[in-house]
C-alpha cells in the first residue's frame, strides 16, 4: 500500500529494518530465553541516530513527530517487540519533558536522550492504581528548595535501566486527581532505588520493574508543568503514545503474518503444502486485510497528531485498540497455521502470540479505553458535533 | 588526528564471470559492496576519531559507479571521501593500484594513519597495503586486530600471527592493515544517511594526481593476467563401512597418513 513516506522517512523505515534483521534477528530468541535487557541493540540503535527521531532539533534531535516514531516502532516490533517497547519506552518518558518541560529542562535532558546516551521512563501505575490511575498513593512532599517523594511504583518499562523518570505523584492529597504533579526524577537520586524486576510472559527482553521511593528529594525545578497538572500531562502522554503501541501491534502482526505466509508454503500435508487449502487461505487473507486496516489507522491517527490536531483522545484510542486486537488473533492464528511446531518454543511464532497480549492491556486496557470511545462519542452527541 | 582509509568496491556475489576476451570480471548487473574487509577499516578509523579527534578520510580508485561505495562509508562515519577514476587508471594490478593512491596520499599532505583491509574478496592478494607503505616510506603493520594505545606520534597495536599475537610500537605517519576481529561494523546512521546524500566526492584523475601514465592503470601493472578459470571441482570423499569402532580406527589411520594427527 502506498502511505506516501517522504524520503526521510523511507530512510528511517529502510534503516529500522535493516537493524532488527541484521542485529534483533540473531539474539530474540536468547533475549526472550534469559530476560536480558537488550543494551546492545539500544547502542546499535543510538548510533544509528534512532533516538533522535521524535527529539526536535533545537535539543539534538531528527524533528520527527509521532508518525517517525510509529515507523520505527513498528519495523522493529517486526522483528521482536520487547526490544521494540525498551526503545518506544524512551518516548514515553520524554513526551511530558518534550510537551510541558521548561527550556533548561530540555537542555538538561533531551540531547542525551535524542543520543541514546540515556534512556527515558514515565512512571505512573502503582500496586492499588491501574486502570483507576487516580487511586495513586505515591506523594511528594513541597519542601525547601524542592520535594520528598514517598512511594511505590508498578510494572514500569525500562525500570532499572533508564536514567530519567517522569513519576506522577500527589503533591495535594486533598485534591484527588487534581493535586497529581510530574517530575523528573534521574536514578542515584537519594532515597530512589528498585524493587521486584517482574517476570513476565511476553516482551521479556524488556525490564519490567518497580520504583521504591523513601523520602526522596527532588529540586524543586524538576517539577513539569505546574502543581497539580499531573493528570493532565499523564492524558496528553497516553494521547499521544497510543498510536505508538498500535505500531507495536501492526510490526509485530507483519511478523507473525509473513511468517505464517512462508511456512504455509513449506509445509506439505495430503501431497499438497497447506496454502492450498482454502480454510488456511481464508485464515491469511483475514489476517492480511486486518493488518493493513490496523496500518492505515494507526499512521492516520499519527498523522492527525503531527499535523498539530488539538484533540485526539478517542483517534488515539481506537487506533490502539484495534491494532492490539489485530495483533492478538493475527498472532494466535499464526500459531494455528504452524500447528504443533508453532507451539514450540524452536520457532518464534509462539514468542509472538505471548508479545502480543501486553499490547492489550498497557497503557490503558483496551476494555477502558472502548470506554473512552463510548465516552467521546456520546459527549460529541451531546454537543451536536 | 588524520587518518585515511583506503577501499574498493567490490562485485558482492562470488558467483561471477570472468570474460574470455580481457580476462576481467564481467560487472554489469552485479550488485557491488564495499569490500567487506574495509568496512573494519573504515570502522577503526571511525573509533580513532572518536577516541583522539580528527578527521577521517576514505579514498577508492575504481570507476565512476565507486563513488556509490564512498557514500556508503559516509553513511557510516567517514567525514569526506575522494574518488581516484581515470580510464587511465582501467586494468591497474597492485602495483599500479599503491602506486595511484600513494599519490593521492601525497596530495592530501596530512595523514597520521592509514588503514586498509586485510585484503579484497575479489582480487585476494593483500598486498596494497605494504606497497603502499612502502611507496610513502613509511612503517607498515599487517593483520591488526587490536589499536591499544596512540599517543605523543607513536601507536601501539596487536597483530594476529600464525601462533598468536604481537603488540608492536611504530612511529606515526604509518599504514595498518586490520582484520575482522579488530571490531563490528556500525550500520549508517540517519544522519550520516543525509550527509552521503548530499556529500560532493571529488573525482581526481590521473591529471590531477600528476602521475606518469606509464606507472598506473595495465601500463603500470608489473603483472599480466594470463588466463582466468574455474577450478575443477574433484571429489575426493570416501565414505568409510563396517561397524563404528573400525570406521573410527580407520578414520585415525587415514589422519595419521595425511600427517594431519600424529603419535600413537
Ligand atoms: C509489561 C507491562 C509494562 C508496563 N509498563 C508501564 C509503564 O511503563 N508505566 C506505567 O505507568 N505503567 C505501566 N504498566 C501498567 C499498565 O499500564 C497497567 O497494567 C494497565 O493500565 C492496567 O492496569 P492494572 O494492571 O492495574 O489492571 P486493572 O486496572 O486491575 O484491570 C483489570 C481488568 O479490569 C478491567 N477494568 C478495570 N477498570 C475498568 C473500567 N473502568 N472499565 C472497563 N474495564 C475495566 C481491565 O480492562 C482489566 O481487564 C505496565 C504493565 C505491564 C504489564
Not at chain 2, 567517514?78 to 596520499?105: C, K, P, V
Not at chain 2, 580406527?249 to 595425511?258: C, P, Q, T
Amino acid at each position: 500500500m502506498e502511505y506516501f513516506l517522504n524520503e526521510q522517512q523511507k530512510t528511517l523505515k529502510s534503516l529500522a529494518r535493516r537493524i532488527a534483521e541484521e542485529r534483533i534477528l540473531p539474539v530474540r530468541a536468547e533475549l526472550d530465553e534469559r530476560e536480558e535487557f537488550p543494551w546492545g541493540i539500544m547502542k546499535d540503535l543510538a548510533e544509528a541516530d534512532i533516538f533522535r527521531i521524535f527529539i526536535p532539533e533545537e535539543y539534538e534531535g531528527l524533528g520527527g513527530g509521532c508518525f517517525e516514531l510509529c515507523l520505527a516502532v513498528e519495523e522493529l516490533s517486526r522483528v521482536c517487540s520487547g526490544v521494540a517497547v525498551s526503545y518506544a519506552a524512551s518516548a514515553l518518558g520524554s513526551f511530558p519533558l518534550l510537551e510541558y518541560g521548561t527550556e533548561e529542562q530540555k537542555q538538561k535532558y533531551l540531547p542525551d536522550i535524542a543520543s541514546g546516551k540515556r534512556l527515558a521512563a514515565f512512571a505512573l501505575t502503582e500496586p492499588t492504581a491501574g486502570s483507576d490511575a487516580s487511586a495513586i498513593k505515591t506523594t511528594a512532599e513541597r519542601v525547601k528548595g524542592g520535594y520528598v517523594i514517598n512511594g511505590t511504583k508498578q510494572f514500569i518499562t525500562n525500570g532499572g535501566e533508564a536514567e530519567i523518570y517522569t513519576v506522577i505523584a500527589l503533591t495535594d492529597k486533598a485534591r484527588g486527581a487534581r493535586g497529581a504533579s510530574a517530575f523528573l526524577v534521574e536514578k542515584d537520586t537519594p532515597g530512589f532505588s528498585f524493587g521486584k524486576k517482574e517476570k513476565k510472559m511476553g516482551i521479556r527482553a524488556s525490564s519490567t520493574r518497580e520504583l521504591v521511593f523513601r523520602n526522596c528529594l527532588v529540586p524543586e525545578e524538576n517539577i513539569i508543568g505546574k502543581e497539580g497538572m499531573g493528570f493532565i500531562v499523564t492524558l496528553r502522554l497516553l494521547d499521544r503514545s497510543r498510536p505508538g503501541i498500535g505500531a507495536q501491534a501492526v510490526g509485530l502482526a507483519q511478523g507473525a503474518l509473513e511468517a505464517a505466509v512462508d511456512y504455509a508454503r513449506k509445509r506439505i500435508q495430503f501431497g499438497h503444502p497447506i496454502i492450498s487449502l482454502p480454510v488456511v487461505q481464508n485464515m491469511l487473507a483475514d489476517m492480511a486485510t486486518n493488518v493493513e486496516a490496523a496500518r492505515a489507522l494507526t499512521y492516520a491517527v499519527a498523522r492527525t497528531i503531527d499535523s498539530g490536531a488539538k484533540k485526539f483522545t478517542e483517534e488515539a484510542a481506537m487506533a490502539k485498540v484495534f491494532a492490539s486486537d489485530t495483533a492478538m488473533k493475527v498472532a494466535t492464528d499464526a500459531v494455528q497455521i504452524f500447528g504443533g511446531v508453532g507451539y514450540m518454543r524452536d520457532y518464534p511464532i509462539e514468542k509472538m502470540m505471548r508479545d502480543a497480549k501486553i499490547t492489550q492491556i498497557y497503557e490503558g486496557s483496551n476494555e477502558v479505553l472502548r470506554s473512552t470511545i463510548a465516552f467521546e462519542l456520546r459527549k460529541r452527541k451531546a454537543r451536536r458535533e | 588526528m588524520n587518518i585515511v582509509v583506503c577501499l574498493k568496491q567490490v562485485p558482492g556475489t562470488t558467483k561471477v564471470n570472468i570474460d574470455p576476451q580481457t580476462n576481467t570480471l564481467v560487472r554489469q548487473g552485479i550488485k557491488n559492496i564495499v569490500n567487506p574487509f574495509d568496512t573494519y577499516a573504515l570502522e577503526e578509523g571511525v573509533r580513532i576519531k572518536e577516541r583522539y579527534e580528527g578527521k577521517v578520510t576514505a579514498i577508492s580508485m575504481g570507476p565512476p559507479q565507486a563513488e556509490e561505495a564512498l557514500r556508503e562509508v559516509i553513511s557510516t562515519g567517514a567525514d569526506e571521501a575522494i574518488l581516484l577514476s581515470d580510464s587511465a587508471f582501467a586494468g591497474a594490478d597492485t602495483l599500479a593500484t599503491s602506486h595511484t593512491l600513494a599519490r593521492a596520499i601525497n596530495k592530501l599532505k596530512q595523514y597520521d594513519i592509514i588503514i586498509c583491509g586485510r585484503q579484497t574478496i575479489d582480487g585476494d592478494t593483500g598486498q596494497v597495503g605494504p606497497e603502499l607503505a612502502e611507496m610513502l616510506g613509511i612503517p607498515f603493520v599487517a593483520y591488526v586486530s587490536k589499536i591499544e594505545e596512540i599517543d605523543n606520534g607513536y601507536m601501539r597495536v596487536k597483530r594476529m600471527v600464525e601462533d598468536g599475537h604481537e603488540v608492536i610500537e611504530t612511529p606515526l605517519p604509518t599504514v595498518i592493515t586490520v582484520v575482522k576481529e579488530i571490531n563490528v561494523p556500525r550500520l549508517p546512521s540517519l544522519r550520516g544517511l543525509a550527509k552521503a546524500r548530499s556529500a560532493v566526492i571529488p573525482i581526481w584523475t590521473a591529471q590531477e594526481l600528476g602521475v606518469d601514465k606509464n606507472m598506473v592503470g595495465l601500463s603500470g601493472s608489473a603483472t599480466r593476467v594470463i588466463r582466468v578459470f574455474f577450478p575443477q571441482r574433484v571429489h575426493h570423499g570416501e565414505i568409510l563401512q563396517g561397524d563404528l569402532e573400525s570406521q573410527a580406527n580407520s578414520l585415525i589411520d587415514k589422519l595419521r597418513e595425511a600427517k594431519i594427527i600424529s603419535g600413537s
